[in-house]
């Protein structure tokens, strides 16, 4: 971790435990320094703009009302400020995607209402490693599959789709050459897409 990332870190702890009294003024400045990242993190999990809106009002409410719970060191580990705030995102995203996922099973038609065209939407393939993340997201089968991946193809996938983070950034953060983690981001996407084709999430 880098000098800047380091005051960056000790500053955002700042604003929360702010927060965590009651400062509005922190509150805010913890908004205006990272909506627009957890935003990414809300986006690539739900796929849609307005969801991700709506997950991120969410996150905030419950950043405000449980800042006096954040630490930076839970038995042992260092918990960073961000992956704190970036936990609770993913969260409350994940919760919108269950609950989408129920809504759609309520909804789906008799077997003589389906039409051509709601076919062809289903067998439709996810070629992108974007589109396949994202189904396998609503499919909510990854957390399974990203638990069977080695270390540093599970690490590299985590910081750089559910943290948001980009390929020289997780670089940086592991410590590892970016050769390295795009080779680990790429293999690690071509086992997860196995293991998701074996469940049948994919085809």
């Known amino acids: ?14 604003l929360i435990a702010g927060a965590a009294r009651g400062d509005h003024a922190c509150f805010a400045r913890i908004y205006e320094r990272t909506h627009r990242h957890l935003y990414g993190v809300a986006v690539r999990i739900l ?3 307005q ?5 991120l009002q969410e996150a905030y409410v419950s950043i405000w009302k449980t800042a006096g719970g954040y630490r930076n060191e839970v038995g042992g580990q260092t ?4 992956t704190w705030l970036i936990a609770i995102v993913r969260n409350k995203a994940l919760d919108a995607l269950r609950a989408r996922t129920r809504r759609r099973e309520s909804e789906l038609p ?3 209402d389906v039409d051509e065209d709601d076919v062809q939407s289903v067998n439709n393939p996810a070629p992108s490693a974007m589109q396949l993340l994202e189904q396998a997201s609503q499919a909510l089968h990854i ?6 991946l080695d270390g540093s ?3 590299s996938l985590a910081l750089a789709y559910y943290q948001g983070l980009s390929h020289t ?7 590892a050459p970016l050769g390295s983690v795009k080779a680990w981001i790429r293999r690690g996407l071509e086992k997860l897409k196995g293991c998701l084709a074996a469940q049948g999430v994919v085809a």
């Open 1 to 14: 971790m880098t000098l800047d990332t380091r005051a960056d870190s000790r500053s955002l702890e700042t």
């Open 47 to 49: 796929g849609q703009a």
């Open 51 to 55: 969801a991700a809106e709506d997950a």
């Open 79 to 82: 918990i960073q400020p961000m």
């Open 110 to 112: 008799e077997s003589g």
């Open 143 to 148: 957390e399974g599959c990203m638990s069977a």
């Open 153 to 155: 193809y599970r690490q």
């Open 169 to 175: 950034e997780v670089a940086e953060q592991m410590g």
